[in-house]
């Protein structure tokens, strides 16, 4: 479903992605640790072109993310094709990002009648049965500002779900969360997992990547350092950058 290679991303004079190589099967959860600064969240903003790279490339289900190829060359795409191509690819953001204005029902269902062109009268149905979905029927009318961390979450979550996509990004999605909040955002996660939802999730939660990770990915200084099954990544590390890493987040 994924497929990355080669990918360089640089600020400035600040390299933030080195040489990034990564593939993620379809159906697959892919969970990506590693220290703040690692290049972690700018790997996930590069799978739906919010950051274009500077070399290399991204694909999902075959496609170049952003770019088109002619010859040897790439062309970046219009406006509307990387729009296009972002309604394949849900992002949950760690700040939520629901439009403050709008109530949850509306929230969900804005993307899938503004970019979609779904009627209203489906968009609504397909809505409700998501709320229905993250634990959040009777909350369809609220606003943003009522909901706990938590529930916002969760709503952020159904849009994400709503334009129905091939794959699903989280950028720490439970960051921003008081403690006792954690649980109820990760338990969405993880039912989506068992339903073969393809995902890459950027996270600090080492139990959640044991329990739902088919591969895990641990990233330092822009590389990707060690990746494979979580007991083999998470129990018996091979790098000693990931062995230090563990031994304090454990």
């Given at each position: 479903?994924?497929?990355?290679?080669?990918?360089?991303?640089?600020?400035?004079?600040?390299?933030?992605?080195?040489?990034?190589?990564?593939?993620?099967?379809?159906?697959?959860?892919?969970?990506?640790?590693?220290?703040?600064?690692?290049?972690?969240?700018?790997?996930?903003?590069?799978?739906?072109?919010?950051?274009?790279?500077?070399?290399?490339?991204?694909?999902?289900?075959?496609?170049?993310?952003?770019?088109?190829?002619?010859?040897?060359?790439?062309?970046?795409?219009?406006?509307?094709?990387?729009l296009r191509q972002r309604t394949e690819?849900?992002?949950?953001?760690?700040?939520?990002?629901?439009?403050?204005?709008?109530?949850?029902?509306?929230?969900?269902?804005?993307?899938?009648?503004?970019?979609?062109?779904?009627?209203?009268?489906?968009?609504?149905?397909?809505?409700?049965?998501?709320?229905?979905?993250?634990?959040?029927?009777?909350?369809?009318?609220?606003?943003?500002?009522?909901?706990?961390?938590?529930?916002?979450?969760?709503?952020?979550?159904?849009?994400?779900?709503?334009?129905?996509?091939?794959?699903?990004?989280?950028?720490?999605?439970?960051?921003?969360?008081?403690?006792?909040?954690?649980?109820?955002?990760?338990?969405?996660?993880?039912?989506?997992?068992?339903?073969?939802?393809?995902?890459?999730?950027?996270?600090?939660?080492?139990?959640?990547?044991?329990?739902?990770?088919?591969?895990?990915?641990?990233?330092?200084?822009?590389?990707?350092?060690?990746?494979?099954?979580?007991?083999?990544?998470?129990?018996?590390?091979?790098?000693?950058?990931?062995?230090?890493?563990?031994?304090?987040?454990?």
């Amino acid at each position: 479903m994924v497929e990355i290679r080669s990918v360089h991303k640089s600020f400035g004079s600040l390299t933030v992605l080195n040489g990034v190589d990564l593939q993620v099967r379809t159906g697959e959860v892919t969970v990506v640790l590693g220290p703040s600064g690692s290049g972690k969240s700018t790997l996930l903003r590069t799978i739906n072109h919010l950051e274009k790279v500077d070399s290399g490339s991204v694909s999902v289900d075959g496609a170049l993310v952003g770019y088109r190829r002619a010859g040897n060359k790439l062309y970046e795409l219009r406006e509307r094709e990387i729009l296009r191509q972002r309604t394949e690819i849900g992002f949950v953001f760690q700040n939520f990002h629901l439009f403050p204005h709008l109530t949850v029902l509306e929230n969900i269902t804005e993307a899938p009648v503004a970019a979609l062109r779904r009627p209203k009268k489906d968009a609504d149905k397909a809505a409700r049965a998501l709320l229905a979905r993250v634990g959040l029927a009777d909350k369809a009318d609220a606003y943003p500002r009522t909901l706990s961390g938590g529930q916002q979450q969760r709503v952020a979550i159904a849009r994400a779900l709503a334009l129905e996509p091939k794959l699903l990004l989280f950028d720490e999605p439970t960051s921003a969360l008081d403690p006792e909040l954690v649980g109820e955002v990760l338990d969405v996660i993880k039912d989506l997992a068992h339903q073969g939802t393809t995902m890459i999730v950027v996270t600090h939660e080492i139990g959640f990547a044991r329990e739902v990770a088919d591969t895990v990915v641990f990233m330092d200084d822009g590389r990707i350092v060690e990746q494979g099954p979580p007991g083999e990544v998470l129990d018996r590390p091979r790098h000693e950058r990931t062995k230090s890493f563990l031994s304090k987040v454990l």
